[in-house]
């Protein structure tokens, strides 16, 4: 699933001339023999030169046909005209009806000598079709053949439906086909193609390739071809096959479609029982149309075409084809064998289907699996327009049963119901069915790895909880048997929401089900007030999510929030009501409601905030999000950076260089850190450091960068080379040992002293506390701490020893000692299980921490010395990122953003200064859009032109300077800092009432100049001597305090920086 | 390996080789000569019956993060098939305890298996285990698989249960196949139905290997730049590895002691004496692809006579081999980048000594 895309795409292509060649001659040769040893070198090159040779010659032949007819569209025409026996061929806009196909006989008045050579002319026409689902599919409208004088219409072969995979076009070597294909929007094209290679190749259509539009070609050879039948490897006749199954492998479903003696092709559609007599010769062509995947068959065991190689399993991706040649039970028997994908994860995800091989003379069928078709009932138009009309009644249109979810990096769209808007304005990531349905989901419209997971499914139902143990490429499908509401997420990156509702007819409303479990295992039972408030909130945030106008706007002289609830009768256990009603009445009851005006805060911070505005699309690139720079000294928008030469994609966190030059930005649903200047919002450098990194730290001692990658299982460690301005990867830190459970790690912190970093691992309920100094191991996994359910976040106490951990679904903060490794207590937020928390930073100073409530919208202030709440402050839907700045004059801002709103809130942890956070409060807030001219100028600098979502979907936030302990020490003595500012760990100790860096040490007798130093001027503006001296002073002791204590390590007792360079130089420097 | 009791038709596929097929470019023919004669079935005079038993042990992880699963080989004893007459008694050939990936399953083509797993009451996993294995034969019966997906039971076991799988290793299933746990989820202890979050134990650590040795005697391999057929007792050692999504897992067979298995666990360094010839053997497992470089070496492609120095492969496909030693350290490794960067690689060392050295294994 970490395929290196250009590296992928050359191997294939080899791989795709490897297979096409030998093939080709396979088929000529009919013998298995064809692998000569001694010419293979001679071999390739003369293969080589067959296809360059065929290439003047006549174009077609020699290029891949999967490839040949993507990128035919233009080229076809030219090649038509240059063609004398084809009159050219119309390319215009039109439907079928207006344009009638050519027919064969049209072809035969234009005769050429060429044409001789080849065998029969197959005209073929398809045109694309929307089902009911928004899938597309191909159906056959018309094949003639045309051998010499004689004409035969075998149209009559194919289904008269649209069906996925398309109709298999059937030819044998040297046959001509012109395949005049209608797209979906009626354009008509028309391709030639010359059958000189048997083999197996796909057609597929420019758009909606993953959505249903592909189809076979099936060449056969005029030879017989070779197959391992009974043990033995013999000569197969084609002509002697009792049935063909074609496989496609797409996302994670098998489409398929059975051919069978008499060439007559049946839809198979979804993960069909491919059924055979014993000992039936029977082909099986396996095709890949979107995703990596292996094919194996249980208890069959066939030749790799082009080699003597005997298989059982065959890599399949989108630009392979397969096929081989069994007898059903050879040498097995009777049974029902499964066929599958090997890839675990995607037979997590439903990747399956059966083999059925019944005894001879048994007439074992196929059985199609389910389908997007909406079956007419037959048995009176009545009950058809009845239930159409109790859809209409329920407020919804009808999609049929089979619900398609396209997987996005689109915001508010990223569990894309194919079928487009069920709920017209209002969501697009709803599907609604009848008494039972499936849901298919495909990951095509993302450059990330995801999974499909249940979050709430009606409590009992079959096939719950769907869920995958690693985050990948494909799809997934999934009967829901039981009626109710079932919502589906990404454990990656858990605001994508999906949500099916299963209705029951036989109810006049629309049934969220008896009761739901949420995939913590709590019970959300309607006969409980709390149940039914979870329930409301969760569903709430879904139509807030999904749905781009509820998201809160706070531009504007009167900012309004109108949301855009469906007025539906719902039935939920024995509770009925209106939707609107039960998502709106815990908010007060109106869809309408005044938002505050922007207030800015009154008094300045210090430097600026980057805030990841990860929503916001811009004009010239496809995928959203930018940086947007908050200058806190006016409160105003500076500058965005949004990275279009980069499609820069959905940037969820930065950190700095510790000069503060430099942004590291990571793209969450990519797989790319970007750096660009701070100072300009130039692009230095992007590079691919894995799936899904999520979030970036640097070690504040020796600034090498940490990104941890939500889509594998580590994190990546690089440097960034100030010389010519790039990234060099190092490694990646693996956060689990070989053959444990995927992690997925998030949102890491680094200790101050730079010698352990603990991440948090979505996938496996705990975190990983790493060495990261050379007398730990470096970078070996120190401890695994369990925590609550999907740890996501991190905060880190001044000292380095307690790390608080968001548990985003317990709703809970673990609290971890980093050196004991346990829990020290877990601290329930308000409304538990319903806030979902996020970012939690610790305070410099150590004296409270700010945690974001995502679905509660609320900001909790925790009290580190009694881990307690002590106060509770309202935020934004969707509220996300926190870190802390430096207010002017001393004291800390905590900067808050939220996705679903365009502004940032700053609160004020300790107004008065106390050393108490009870007083914690809003200090002002900050639009994020940025002001425009008269004109319609921006007002600010910016690489792209906004186009919608302004300043919406604020995600990660990073305050310059850097004032937390550890990288503040770093900090040039240009910034306007207090001394306390400077000194957070001095801070933290006197309000404590600890001496300085011994947190653990109960040895008061310790002299503390620098503490009383910082007593007794408190706002006095340090020499750099002394600042110098301190932070050496600072680095050494914590340096040296936080290292195990049985290990023997030499004590620095010098205090410049030059020493402190020692210091530096005895943690791990990689080398260049 | 029976290698004693084969030695006899080992050696007189030698001989006849050099008899009948005078030129290399004949080694293919020579693989499927016996398969092409249209006189029925093959028969195979030396048979012989493997009686295995096997378990599914836990390997403990400290720290946290979960335990691992490991099949063991508590028994393997070979009779002849034709005569039920005792033959040997092989189960000291193999690694003691649970090793990742499980024992490597060495037989002809024409043997058979009666291979008997366990589930220890205590020990084992906690769930239901069992052993699907590929390409060998087998009915139904013995699929390994869960009764809702091959319509006959389920086909592994619980905690102090044991299943009976029958395979008959018959004409044309000559080649390396893995086995590996397959009931899903319910190794685990859940009771969820396939597609439903199988979390299963196939992925952490219940998978192995069967090498069924064709009945000529006879592989291919790259010898000094040559394809050239080897007999396959002239190989000195398997090198059976698993490439999962994060760590080449290994086990070795080295006939130059005695078909001694050594388990080496995670990414090891495998070392070959100069000049001898090695066969690899690998397989995906879990949800990733792979790309195989092998450093400064290059082999054939399976079945055919193309040169390569890089192999893609994915979950259960596997790769098979045969090289001959260079003095000198290469690195083994996948370079798929992040792969490569979290340390999927290792050493493969040839000298005069030739001693493999295990990895860093689970429990340590």
Not at chain 1, 139 to 157: A, F
Not at chain 1, 491 to 502: A, C, D, R, S, W
Not at chain 1, 644 to 649: E, S, Y
Not at chain 2, 190 to 213: K, Y
Request: glycine letters at 8%; hydrophobic letters at 35%; aromatic letters at 8%.
């Amino acid at each position: 699933m970490k395929m290196n895309n250009l590296l992928k795409n050359i191997l294939m292509g080899i791989f795709a001339v490897m297979l096409l060649t030998s093939t080709l001659t396979l088929g000529v040769q009919n013998s298995i023999n064809t692998a000569k040893i001694d010419d293979s070198e001679g071999k390739k090159g003369s293969s080589m030169q067959i296809s360059k040779s065929q290439n003047t010659e006549m174009k077609l032949e020699s290029v891949h046909p999967i490839i040949q007819i993507a990128e035919a569209t233009k080229e076809i025409g030219k090649e038509i005209e240059s063609n004398e026996y084809l009159k050219k061929i119309d390319n215009t806009k039109g439907e079928l009806e207006s344009t009638p196909v050519e027919s064969a006989s049209e072809i035969g008045t234009h005769p050429n000598s060429t044409l001789s050579q080849y065998g029969k002319v197959n005209e073929v026409t398809i045109k694309a079709e929307k089902l009911p689902n928004g899938q597309y599919a191909y159906r056959m409208l018309k094949h003639v053949l045309q051998d010499g004088e004689s004409v035969e219409d075998l149209t009559k072969r194919y289904p008269k439906i649209a069906t996925i995979p398309g109709p298999s076009i059937e030819m044998t070597q040297h046959d001509v086909l012109i395949l005049h294909s209608i797209d979906e929007t009626g354009l008509k094209k028309t391709q030639e193609i010359r059958a000189e290679k048997p083999g197996t190749f796909e057609y597929y259509g420019e758009h909606y390739r993953t959505l249903g539009l592909f189809g076979a070609i099936i060449i056969n050879p005029n030879e017989k071809v070779p197959a391992q039948i009974n043990g033995k490897v013999v000569s197969v006749d084609i002509e002697d096959l009792e049935k063909q199954y074609v496989l496609f492998m797409v996302g994670s479903t098998f489409w398929g479609q059975e051919i069978d003696a008499n060439h007559n092709q049946k839809p198979l559609w979804t993960n069909p029982t491919l059924g055979a007599d014993l000992n039936q010769l029977v082909r099986f062509h396996i095709l890949g149309a979107a995703h990596q995947h292996t094919f194996h068959l249980h208890a069959h065991r066939w030749l790799d075409p082009g080699t003597t190689n005997i298989i059982d399993t065959k890599l399949i991706d989108p630009q392979s084809t397969h096929w081989f040649i069994v007898e059903a039970g050879d040498k097995v028997g009777i049974g029902t064998w499964q066929y599958h994908c090997h890839v675990f994860a995607h037979m997590e995800a439903g990747m399956m289907g059966e083999f059925k091989v019944g005894s001879a003379g048994s007439d074992t069928k196929s059985i199609p699996g389910v389908s997007p078709l909406v079956e007419v009932k037959s048995s009176s138009s009545d009950a058809q327009s009845s239930e159409d009309s109790e859809a209409l009644e329920k407020g919804f249109s009808s999609q049929g049963n089979f619900i398609t979810f396209d997987i996005t990096d689109e915001p508010g769209q990223w569990f894309r119901n194919v079928g487009g808007e069920l709920l017209p304005g209002i969501t697009n990531s709803l599907g609604i069915v009848e008494s039972k349905g499936t849901a298919q989901f495909i990951m095509s419209s993302t450059n990330t790895v995801h999974t499909i997971s249940s979050l709430l499914w009606p409590t009992g139902a079959p096939n719950m909880p769907f869920d995958q143990m690693t985050s990948y490429r494909g799809g997934g499908i999934v009967e829901l048997e039981k009626p109710g509401l079932y919502v589906f997420t990404c454990k990656i990156h858990p605001y994508m929401l999906g949500g099916m509702i299963v209705d029951d007819p036989k109810t006049e409303e629309l049934d969220l089900g008896d009761k739901l479990t949420l995939n913590t295992g709590t019970l959300l039972d309607p006969s409980e007030a709390n149940a039914l408030a979870t329930t409301s909130a969760l569903l709430r945030n879904f139509f807030i999510a999904n749905n781009p106008n509820n998201w809160q706007d706070y531009s504007g002289a009167n900012p309004i929030w109108n949301l855009e609830i469906p007025e539906m009768d719902i039935k939920f256990g024995d509770e009925k009501t209106n939707l609107k009603t039960f998502l709106l009445n815990p908010i007060g009851g109106k869809d309408t409601m005044p938002l505050n005006s922007i207030q800015t805060p009154l008094e300045p911070g210090v430097g600026e905030v980057w805030i990841n505005t990860q929503f916001e699309k811009t004009a010239n690139k496809s995928k959203p999000g930018s940086a947007t720079k908050v200058n806190v000294e006016d409160w105003i928008i500076e500058r965005k950076v949004s990275l279009p030469q980069i499609n820069m994609n959905n940037p969820h966190n930065m950190w700095s260089d510790s000069q503060q030059d430099i942004i590291y930005q990571t793209q969450w649903f990519d797989n790319r850190l970007t750096a660009f200047d701070r100072h300009t919002g130039k692009l230095l450098d992007d590079t691919k450091v894995g799936d899904a990194p999520s979030h970036v730290i640097t070690n504040p001692i020796n600034d090498l960068i940490y990104v941890a990658l939500s889509g594998e299982q580590g994190v990546a460690e690089l440097k960034f080379n100030k010389d010519n301005n790039k990234f060099e990867i190092l490694r990646i830190i693996p956060t689990q040992d070989s053959g444990q459970n995927p992690t997925s790690p998030h949102g890491p912190w680094i200790t101050p002293d730079g010698r352990k970093m603990i991440t948090t691992n979505h996938l496996t309920d705990d975190t990983s506390i790493i060495g990261l100094a050379s007398n730990l191991i470096d970078g070996e996994i120190l401890n695994r701490t369990e925590t609550g359910h999907m740890p996501i976040a991190t905060g880190m106490m001044p000292d380095g020893n307690t790390a608080y951990v968001a548990d985003f679904l317990s709703s809970t903060i673990s609290v971890i000692d980093m050196n004991s490794k346990k829990i020290l207590k877990t601290i329930d937020l308000p409304d538990k299980g319903n806030a979902l928390p996020i970012e939690t930073p610790v305070s410099p100073n150590g004296q409270y921490i700010v945690t974001a409530n995502t679905l509660t919208a609320t900001i909790a202030i925790i009290d580190t010395e009694t881990n307690t709440i002590v106060k509770t402050l309202p935020c934004d839907p969707g509220c996300h990122g926190v870190n802390f700045g430096a207010k002017e004059g001393g004291g800390y801002y905590a900067y808050v953003s939220s996705k679903f709103s365009n502004r940032m809130i700053v609160v004020d942890g300790d107004p008065n200064n106390d050393g108490k956070s009870e007083d914690a409060k809003i200090a002002g807030t900050v639009l994020l859009t940025g002001k425009y001219a008269n004109d319609g100028d921006p007002m600010f600098n910016t690489d792209d032109d906004i186009i919608k979502y302004n300043g919406m979907g604020g995600q990660g936030v990073y305050p310059i300077p850097n004032i937390n302990p550890g990288w503040v020490e770093k900090l040039d003595l240009s910034w306007n800092l207090t001394s306390e500012q400077r000194d957070p760990v001095t801070s933290f100790n006197q309000i404590n009432n600890q001496p300085p860096l011994q947190a653990n040490n109960n040895d008061d007798s310790t002299s503390n100049e620098v503490n009383s130093d910082s007593i007794q001027h408190p706002q006095e503006q340090i020499n750099p001597q002394i600042i110098e001296e301190k932070i050496s002073q600072l680095q050494q002791q914590s340096v040296s305090q936080a290292i195990d204590p049985n290990i023997v390590t030499e004590q620095v007792k010098n205090t410049t920086l030059d020493k402190l360079n020692n210091i530096i130089s005895l943690l791990p420097v990689p080398s260049p | 390996m029976n290698y004693y009791h084969h030695f006899s038709i080992l050696l007189i596929a030698f001989v006849a080789s050099i008899l009948v097929f005078g030129n290399i470019d004949q080694v293919f023919d020579s693989i499927y000569a016996q398969t092409q004669e249209d006189s029925g079935d093959p028969i195979y005079p030396y048979a012989v019956l493997h009686k295995i038993e096997m378990s599914v042990q836990k390997i403990e992880k400290s720290g946290g993060g979960g335990d691992l699963y490991g099949y063991q080989l508590d028994q393997h004893l070979l009779f002849n098939s034709n005569t039920g007459e005792f033959l040997n008694n092989i189960t000291k050939k193999y690694s003691p305890g649970p090793t990742i990936p499980g024992p490597s399953l060495l037989i002809e083509e024409g043997d058979s298996v009666e291979l008997t797993l366990k589930n220890p009451d205590n020990t084992g996993a906690p769930g239901m285990v069992s052993i699907h294995v590929h390409g060998i034969h087998y009915s139904i019966a013995s699929d390994g698989t869960l009764g809702m997906l091959n319509g006959l039971r389920d086909e592994g076991v619980k905690p102090g249960q044991s299943i009976k799988y029958h395979w008959t290793a018959g004409p044309g299933t000559a080649g390396t196949w893995p086995y590996h746990d397959h009931t899903l989820g319910f190794s685990l202890g859940h009771s969820n139905a396939p597609g439903t979050n199988m979390n299963g134990a196939e992925t952490i650590g219940l998978f192995g290997t069967l090498v069924i040795d064709s009945p000529t005697g006879k592989t291919v391999g790259l010898i000094d730049g040559k394809p050239t057929k080897i007999e396959i007792a002239d190989i000195s050692k398997d090198i059976l590895c698993y490439v999962t999504d994060d760590a080449f897992w290994c086990d070795q067979i080295d006939y130059n002691n005695n078909a001694m298995r050594t388990a080496l666990w995670e990414n090891p360094t495998i070392g070959l004496k100069d000049g001898d010839l090695v066969r690899f053997h690998l397989y995906g497992m879990g949800t990733d692809f792979h790309i195989f470089e092998l450093t400064g070496y290059q082999w054939l492609e399976p079945g055919t006579t193309n040169i390569i120095s890089k192999k893609k492969f994915g979950p259960l496909e596997n790769h098979v081999f045969t090289i001959e030693g260079k003095n000198g350290v290469a690195e083994y490794r996948d370079i798929l980048t992040s792969h490569l960067l979290s340390g999927m690689k290792g050493e493969f060392i040839v000298d005069s000594v030739g001693e493999s050295f295990p990895g860093k294994s689970p429990s340590n």
